[in-house]
């Protein structure tokens, strides 16, 4: 399945299949007590979604949406939870994308340490480019979502980038 930008897989409390993400880079957005969405996220290609619902199905927790055209293979739920079932050795498999994913969002936790805003954005964008060579995170994150990412508000992201030119 193809999404261009913008476009939504899945939506916050729905529940359905899983997927693999083939390329591309999707957000998930959570919609907060008062109505605010809050970016939380990033999904990036070999990523099988959602995390939490690998072992064991739950309604999706967030709104995932396309940064970029996105490739995604859909995996029906009862057939993913069928194959476990069957074939045990598969949950290491699991575990094993599970670690991947923990150690990715502890590195992400490590660039929210630095007191200085400008280098939570430095390394925000030096994560970015471990993924996404040649490619500015401003360019698919707005500075609401850069904020959200780096813990500080939209005005200071706006600064730092006009500091930058």
Known sequence: MILHKGEVLF?????GPLYEVKSGLLKVVRLQEDGMPFLFNLLLPGELIPHHSLITPKEYHGTAVALMTTEVEVIPAEAWYQELAEHPERYRE???SL???LRMMQRRIDQL?????????????????????????????????????IGVRRETVNRLMRQKR
């Open 11 to 15: 939506r916050q409390g729905e529940n």
């Open 94 to 96: 699991v575990a094993l």
């Open 99 to 101: 670690q991947g994913k």
């Open 113 to 149: 340490t630095p007191p200085s805003p400008k280098k939570r954005l430095d390394l925000l964008q030096q994560w970015f480019d471990q993924y996404f060579q040649g490619m500015s995170i401003n360019q698919l994150l707005t500075q609401e979502e850069i904020g959200q990412l």
